[in-house]
């Protein structure tokens, strides 16, 4: 992250920016070696981003681009070669208004704790712990029993196109409550689900018994390449349940199918991340064998202030 320095421009991102951002991505990749991170996680971004480029602020330098936040995936990062110079705080002040305008109180950032520089830039503009994102693993030979959902309930795997419009409103009531902001839309989506390694047989809907078609649960997975000769890793991207529809084990049940499905693919280590805030989940979570494994701590910095700006006293 950049501190003070040099002069430099922040403005709204455009779809052009994709490559811009990409290379700053992969110059930043192998030198802040963020725990957990893959390059498979920068084509996601990249794709959220192009859904939505006015999300994302750039900063500019000259005529390039050198650091970008991305709000919604907790990421502000600049260029190895041009940190130190004050794009940091420019793109704060950016991301903030893009915040607001978004009905958010705070700004949220990752800050890596084996990153000191990065600690400190943000002690320096004030922001605060809010929670840590936590990636949890399954061991191959923990046994998980097989999915048993309640007989008032059917299931069945995504039509991408048939459950777009109910499936995006799903999955924004599922996490309306979440302890940190989450929101999609259709564009996002139907973006997502145009990727050529995109598998609609990876998500697994539920609903009522007698109405296929009104979803109330859902979860979504995902087979992650290993290292060479080891299995696939499983991974468990998602579980949202409807506020009316919880505790009535369905997001248990969703948890094992989602276990078994990857298993069945050849999944070895089955992975998730949960918000430690989320006691509910985590409590799931852990009780079917999931152990913590990485820990992602996130700081606010609200998205107002009387003073309109970017700073303040270290805390």
Sequence with gaps: MSADGAAGTVRRAGSDDVDAIRRIMEASFDVD???GATRLELDRALDRLLAEPDRTAVAVEGDEVVGYCMPRLDDLTVHPDHRRRGHGRRLVAEARAMVREQGLIYLQLHGPQHLPASRAFLDALGFRY???LWRLELAP??????PSFPPDVTTRTL???GDLASFVDLLNDSF??????LSWTAAMIRRYHRRPDFDPSSILLVSP???????VAFTRVELQPNEAGRPPRGSIRLI??????RRRGLGRELLRWGIAHQRARGAGVVELSVEALNETATRIFRAAGFVPTIEWPHYVLDAASSSGGVGGPSR
């Design 240 to 245: 949202g349940v409807r506020r009316e529809w």
């Design 159 to 161: 039509d991408p196109e």
């Design 141 to 146: 030979e923990v046994e998980v029993p097989a």
């Design 176 to 181: 309306v409550d979440h302890p940190t902001p």
């Design 209 to 215: 018994a007698g109405a296929p078609h009104e979803l």
């Design 33 to 35: 070696a963020m725990p």
């Design 130 to 132: 809010h929670s840590s």
